[in-house]
């Protein structure tokens, strides 16, 4: 079964920085990726996804890169602020075609100013 | 436009008793998924249901646990005899599609079995 492995569970980084969180899938190349916010308390809220045929993605300071041959993906926030503090998750279609989704146990970015 | 509701937002339940989750999917959405959150664990996916519908519930445990989406009314899941490893946050997610891939999340339900 596919297993998810976002490189740390806490991350802390200058205001003004980029942050650089990683996601790493084991098994089969999924047809999407995708990344959440998520806030103490609160519900995932989606911020970007990024299909097996584009190499990278972009909105506004976010940045989403998609390598199907290294099976990882790279979410980067440029210019940080401290409300960029937050966890974030990568999600994967539970089987190749699967529509529900499988969730890393994410990455607590702190951004202090 | 609303997003996607839940109540109640807190529930305390004996164990024994009974849990009642409700989700109202945003307007416009006829898909319905439900996750699970244990303290200190990733989101784990439940089910996955249409109108009158259950799609997939792989990620179901075999007892207690039920779930409905009615033609009229929200979606629902149901815990019956519930034990203390059940408590959790239970979020719902909606999409507008199958194919549409992008989840809306409501609040969740946070369950506390005591």
């Known amino acids: 079964s596919q297993k998810i492995e976002q490189n740390s569970e806490a991350l802390n980084i200058q205001e003004g920085k980029t942050a650089t969180l990683t996601c790493n899938y084991t098994?089969?190349?999924?047809?999407?990726l995708q990344w959440y916010r998520q806030d103490p308390g609160r519900g995932p809220v989606f911020l970007l996804l990024i299909r097996e045929n584009e190499k990278e993605k972009r909105k506004e300071r976010l940045k989403v890169t998609f390598d199907t041959t290294l099976k990882q993906s790279l979410f980067h926030i440029t210019a940080s602020q401290p409300a960029d503090s937050a966890t974030y998750l990568c999600?994967?279609?539970?089987?190749?075609?699967?529509?529900?989704?499988?969730f890393g146990k994410g990455t607590t970015l702190s951004v202090s100013s | 436009n609303a997003g996607v509701m839940q109540n109640p937002r807190h529930l305390v339940r004996r164990r024994g008793q009974e849990a009642r989750l409700r989700c109202s999917p945003m307007k416009g959405h006829s898909h319905v998924y439900w996750y699970r959150q244990l303290p200190e664990e990733g989101l784990k996916f439940m089910v996955y249901?249409?109108?009158?519908?259950?799609?997939?519930e792989s990620g179901m445990p075999k007892e207690r646990f039920s779930a409905e989406f009615p033609k009229e009314g929200p979606s629902i899941l149901r815990i019956q005899q519930v034990v203390r490893g059940d408590s959790a946050a239970y979020f719902c997610?909606?999409?507008?599609?199958?194919?549409?891939?992008?989840?809306?999340f409501g609040p969740g339900t946070r369950l506390t079995v005591t």
């Open positions: 999600a994967l279609p539970n089987n190749q075609a699967g529509t529900a989704l499988i």
């Open positions: 997610a909606s999409s507008q599609t199958r194919d549409s891939n992008e989840q809306y």
């Open positions: 249901l249409q109108k009158e519908n259950i799609i997939d």
């Open positions: 098994n089969y190349s999924p047809a999407y």
